[in-house]
């Protein structure tokens, strides 16, 4: 595993607002992304390709609502062994469209509230020093303790 094995984990967060907050993060191979749910409903984190529209097997995961502050969190962890670009979305909140041209991207259901933007987000995969360091500062944190709320 080397250094990247043993690298603190990238913390994506979710609340009610039905979005990832850091909706682009960057990890070397085999680094843990942790997804966190600090809404009160629960979320699905479902990596998908833009190409083939075809979901992913393996980066499939749910994360159950958390109540408030003070209580468990529910996460969901991956890791990825090769170079490359993850895209994902909630199942929940969004659902995958074929644009024009061909490119599938999620878009947000129609019956959910929130804002308008759909609820997915991209894990880039990489060595480059430079995009690792480009990551926000909240991916550092397992729990944002004033993010609660659903
Ligand atoms: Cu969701």
Redesign the pocket.
């Known amino acids: 595993m080397g250094q990247a094995g043993t690298a603190p984990p990238v913390y994506v967060h979710?609340n009610g607002a039905?979005?990832f907050l850091e909706n682009v993060v960057v990890v070397r191979p085999v680094q843990a992304v942790v997804f966190v749910d600090e809404?009160t409903?629960?979320?699905?984190i479902v990596g998908y390709d833009p190409a083939t529209g075809k979901t992913n097997q393996r980066f499939n995961g749910a994360v159950a609502g958390t109540p408030g502050p003070g209580h468990p969190v529910h996460t969901y962890t991956i890791r990825f062994r090769h170079p490359g670009l993850k895209y994902y979305y909630?199942?929940?909140?969004?659902e995958l469209a074929v644009e024009p041209g061909g490119v599938t991207q999620p878009k947000k259901r129609p019956t959910?509230h929130g804002f308008g933007d759909p609820?997915d987000g991209l894990i880039i995969v990489t060595t480059d020093k430079q995009l690792l360091r480009d990551n926000p500062a909240t991916v550092h944190k397992r729990i944002l303790p004033n993010y609660f709320g659903g």
């Open positions: 979710m039905n979005e809404d409903g629960p979320h699905t909630c199942s929940v909140h969004a959910v609820m």
